[in-house]
């Protein structure tokens, strides 16, 4: 029996590399900071339908290697570098031997944000100063510093899991089974994953402690065991499991014991993802629906005119669901979390919410290449993190 093409949530596991992906991880970037007049602004919601206009800004002063990454990082969190004399805030700085950032109003010349960083490598600092950046300018935090993923490559033999900074830099691989695997979930707070894999010759789920290298399966019933989704408090995993015949959503404690059915249908339920408050479910099945955690009826979330969602993602504010949709491409669509006319954003799948429910990491797909971008929501901004060779597919944003 296959995987599910498009299970949320799978993973596999560190085997003999584990401390060296759980010292990348921990790494500190040893950042410390001297402000000075930082003028912060009220937050911007996701102003949907529609694009928003993306912030103006000028960069200059920097060596080539932190522009690139401040380029990067604040273009998809909703800012655009453009000439001085287009610009609303100009940015100026040095980055020798480290970075010291000035953020001016262009219109009114007051300076928002003065502030020196030290320590980690420029590369690390250059995260940290734009999101500060975004925080100062926007209102928006930032997801650049502490932003982790996990993902899948699949190199056509077998597929492994990954882990990399949020842009797709630092990656290396968690495993190296050389089987099938599916897309990772993080267990939110910790440095833990679940992932379904066939190491055991079935599509089973596993729990992988990064810190002590523990794994141990959580559903190894018959059938197919696939997509985990964590909690928001990291104490339960929803899943997919067959084992009553049809794939329904089940639920059970983060180490498997405590198993709930929750829906029993003669259709096939795919996707599983969380609201923020822990409360409900969401599922993909010939639409989107979600049942109480605890148990009982399942109501339909309507995505109105849009036919075939798959892939939810609850957004961490509890405002938005992203979705994929595949009409004659793979389309990448949020609706409001009560259900409503959803809004198109940018061809894609497999959509992962960062922590500040603006920016989303996805799949992108260019003929028979898949690869992770990042995407800003409100503007639709859209840039390709670095790859690793193969097939990128199926992000889990840390949380």
Sequence with gaps: MMINSKPRGTVRILQNNFLLILASLLVAFGT?????????????????????????????????????????????????????????????????????????????????????????????????????????????????????????????????????DFDGFAAQAATKDGTIVSAPAWVPGKLALCYTSYRLGNPDIFHHELSSGARTAIARYSGLNTSPAISPDGTRVAMILSKGGSPDVWVANIDGTGLKQLTRTSEAESSPCWSPDGKWICYSSRGLFKVP???????????????????PDWSPDGKWIAF???????????????????????????PSWAPNSRTLIITRRNGGSRRLSLLDVPTKQVKDAARISGNNSQPSWAK
């Design 324 to 350: 994929t949709s595949q009409g004659g491409a793979f389309n990448i669509y949020v609706v409001p979390a009560e259900g409503g006319t959803p809004t198109v954003l940018v061809e894609g799948e497999d």
């Design 293 to 311: 955690a605890t148990g009982g009826s399942s109501q339909r979330i309507s995505t109105r005119g849009v036919s075939n969602p798959s892939e």
């Design 32 to 164: 410390f900071a001297i402000a000075e007049d930082i003028v912060k602004v009220p937050p911007r919601g996701l102003e949907i339908p529609g694009a928003t206009p993306p912030i103006k800004i000028n960069i200059s002063g920097f060596n080539d290697e932190v522009t690139k990454v401040l380029n990067f990082d604040l273009y998809v969190m909703g800012f655009a570098n453009v000439p001085a004399s287009e610009a609303q805030f100009l940015i100026t700085g040095s980055s020798s031997p480290n970075i010291k950032g000035v953020a001016t109003d262009a219109f009114n010349k007051q300076v928002r944000l003065n502030k020196a960083y030290s320590g980690g490598s420029l590369r690390k600092q250059a995260h940290a100063f734009a999101d500060d950046l975004a925080l100062t300018l926007s209102g928006s935090p930032g997801v650049c510093a502490n932003g982790r993923i996990a993902f899948k490559v699949d190199t056509g033999k077998a597929s492994e899991v990954y882990i990399a």
